[in-house]
C-alpha cells in the first residue's frame, strides 16, 4: 500500500520519504495518485531512490498528463518538476537510462518552468541525457544542477546545451526563458568557463547564477563574468569558494556596472586579497550596484586598506545593505578602526546589526605577503613578456600584426 503523500488540487509530493522504488509493480500506486491530483502543477520525488522501471513509469504518466492538458486545458500538466536526490544506492550504469527517460517525458511539458536534479552522482557521463530537454524546453526558467560531480566536461556540456537553448529561442523571435542557474559543487574548475562564458553572453535572461565550490580559478572568474555582462536583470551571483585573486576580481569591479539590479553577491572564501578587494569596492564606490542588500566578503585576505575602500562605499551607496560578511580577513593593527568605519557607514543608513560577529580575523604572515607580490609579478610577467620569433618572417608577421593592432580602435 502507498504510503500518504502530500498531495492538493496542485501539487504532488513524496519528497523526502526515502522510498526505494525499484520496479514498476512498486511504483503503481504513486502513479495512480498521481493521476488523481486534479490540477497538476507540481511534481516532487526528490529524497527517495528511483530504478529504472520506476523512472519510466513516471515518465510514461507525465507524458499523460500532458495528453489530457491537450484534450482539457482545465487539467494542466506540470511547470514545477523536482527529481533532486532520487539515485542514492543506484549503480552508475542505471542512471543514464533512468534520466534519459524522465528528460524525455519532461520534453512533452511545453509549459514546464523548473527542474532540480541536484545532490544527484550523475559524473560527466550523466550529463548527456540532459542535454535535449535543456536545450529545447522553451519555458524552462530554473534549472538546478547542484553536486552533481559533472567535471569540466559534463560542465561544458551542459553549457553547450544553455547556449543551444539560445540559439533556438533566437531563430524563434523570441528570448530563452531561463531566469536562474544553479550549478554549483560540481568541480566545473577552469575547462567549462570558456562555454558557460559563451552561454551566459547568448542567454541575456539571468537573474540569478550559483556558482559556489567548483574550483574555478582566475581565468574562469574573468570568463564568466565577462560572459555574465550580457544580463543587465541579474540580481544574485555566488561565487563563493573559487578562486578570483587579483585577475578574477578586477574583471567582476569591471563587471558589476552591468548589473545595475544585483541584489546579492556572495564572494565569500574566493581568495580576492587587498588588490582584488579593492578593485572591487571602488567599482561600488562609484555607484556600480544601487540595490545591493547582501554582501559576502569572509575569508578573502582584506587588509586595512581595502576594508577602509569598502567602508566609503557603503557611505556613499549602502543604503539597501542588510546583510555584510567580513569574517575571517584580517585583523593586523590599523584594520580593527576601518571594521568600525564599516559599521558606522552601515549605522547611517540605520542598518548598524548588518555586519557580522568578527570573531575569527587572521593575523597576515609575512611570507603570505610576500607570496602575494610574487604570484602578481609572475602573472604580470607571463602576460607581458615578448615571444621570441623563430624566423625573420616571423618578425615581419609580428611588426605587422602589432602595426595593425594599433590602428584598431576599441569602443
Not at 171 to 194: D, F, I, M, T, Y
Not at 316 to 334: F, I, K, R, T
Request: with cysteine.
Amino acid at each position: 500500500m502507498a504510503q500518504a503523500t502530500e498531495s492538493t488540487d496542485s501539487l504532488y509530493s513524496l519528497i523526502g520519504r526515502q522510498l526505494k522504488l525499484d520496479t514498476l509493480d512498486q511504483t503503481q500506486p504513486y502513479l495512480d495518485q498521481i493521476a488523481q491530483v486534479p490540477t497538476l502543477r507540481e511534481v516532487r520525488f526528490g529524497g527517495n531512490t528511483l530504478g529504472i522501471d520506476a523512472c519510466q513509469g513516471i515518465a510514461r504518466t507525465l507524458e499523460d498528463k500532458h495528453h489530457l492538458e491537450a484534450r482539457a486545458p482545465s487539467l494542466p500538466a506540470p511547470s514545477v518538476a523536482d527529481f533532486s536526490d532520487i539515485f542514492t544506492g543506484r549503480l552508475i550504469s542505471e542512471i543514464p537510462q533512468s534520466l534519459r527517460s524522465l528528460c524525455t517525458s519532461l520534453l512533452t511539458l511545453p509549459n514546464l518552468t523548473s527542474l532540480d536534479l541536484s545532490d544527484n552522482a550523475f559524473g560527466g557521463r550523466s550529463a548527456e541525457p540532459m542535454l535535449e530537454f535543456i536545450a529545447n524546453a522553451p519555458a524552462l526558467q530554473v534549472l538546478k544542477l547542484n553536486n552533481n560531480g559533472m567535471g569540466p566536461q559534463g560542465g561544458a556540456m551542459i553549457a553547450g546545451a544553455l547556449l543551444d537553448n539560445a540559439k533556438k529561442a533566437e531563430r524563434e523571435g523570441r528570448k530563452s526563458a531561463l531566469r536562474v542557474l544553479v550549478c554549483g559543487r560540481n568541480r566545473l574548475e577552469n575547462g567549462s568557463a570558456p562555454a558557460f562564458a559563451a552561454a551566459f553572453a547568448a542567454l541575456t535572461t539571468l537573474e540569478e547564477v550559483r556558482m559556489p565550490q567548483n574550483g574555478i580559478r582566475m581565468e574562469g572568474i574573468e570568463a564568466i563574468v565577462t560572459g555574465l555582462r550580457a544580463n543587465e536583470a541579474l540580481e544574485t551571483l555566488d561565487l563563493q569558494d573559487n578562486t578570483a585573486t587579483e585577475r578574477g576580481s578586477k574583471a567582476i569591479a569591471e563587471s558589476l556596472p552591468s548589473w545595475p539590479k544585483l541584489r546579492h553577491l556572495n564572494l565569500s572564501d574566493c581568495l580576492l586579497r587587498p588588490r582584488g578587494g579593492h578593485a572591487i569596492f571602488t567599482a561600488l564606490l562609484s555607484g556600480s550596484s544601487p540595490n545591493l542588500s547582501t554582501l559576502k566578503l569572509q575569508s578573502n585576505e582584506l587588509d586595512a586598506r581595502a576594508v577602509l575602500q569598502l567602508a566609503r562605499a557603503l557611505d556613499a551607496h549602502g543604503e539597501h545593505v542588510v546583510e555584510l560578511e567580513l569574517n575571517g580577513n584580517y585583523g593586523e593593527d590599523g584594520t580593527e578602526e576601518q571594521f568600525e568605519r564599516v559599521r558606522e557607514a552601515l549605522d547611517k543608513w540605520g542598518h548598524g546589526e548588518a555586519l557580522d560577529e568578527l570573531d575569527e580575523l587572521e593575523e597576515p604572515e609575512e611570507e603570505e605577503e610576500e607570496e602575494e607580490e610574487e604570484e602578481t609579478e609572475e602573472e604580470r610577467a607571463e602576460e607581458e613578456e615578448p615571444k621570441e620569433p623563430a624566423t625573420a618572417q616571423d618578425k615581419k608577421d609580428e611588426d605587422e600584426l602589432a602595426g595593425l593592432l594599433g590602428k584598431v580602435e576599441i569602443k
